[in-house]
């Protein structure tokens, strides 16, 4: 399932395995764990630059802090520039959430998608 342009951010350190079920509108189960790793796709909206990779693997244990600090590191943001995440277009998830809690109640197609603005787009 690894894509070979996609990076790992973060190196892992966890040694143990879980599965996550999926439903059939491909959606994980809310009771399984996480994966280790997850597949996190960033969509940009409005006005905001692309990514050239749009697809990373992230460790489920970091908080969307971090998520935040990455995408800004990519997009090559200053601390002064706008910058706001939503998961599924719905909401902004608060910085201290853990992206493995996100993907099981958000997920799609075993990816968790994070859709970014420069303006407050959605919510």
């Known amino acids: 399932m690894s894509d070979p342009n996609e990076e790992d951010l973060v190196q892992s350190s966890s040694t143990t395995t ?15 764990p996480a994966p280790d790793k997850i597949i996190v ?20 244990n970091l908080s969307f802090q971090n998520v935040i600090d990455k995408l800004r ?12 995440l939503f998961v599924n277009q719905v909401f902004q998830p608060s ?3 853990s992206l ?3 993907y099981k109640c958000f997920s ?16």
């Open 100 to 102: 493995g809690e996100l």
């Open 18 to 32: 879980s599965t996550v079920t999926t439903s059939n509108s491909g959606q994980a189960s809310i009771n399984s």
């Open 73 to 84: 590191s990519q997009l090559k943001l200053k601390s002064t520039d706008s910058l706001f």
């Open 41 to 60: 796709y960033f969509k940009n909206a409005g006005g905001a630059q692309a990514l050239k990779q749009k697809k990373f693997k992230l460790q489920s």
């Open 108 to 123: 799609h197609n075993e990816q968790l998608i994070i859709n970014y603005s420069d303006l407050p787009a959605w919510g």
């Open 95 to 97: 910085p201290d959430e």
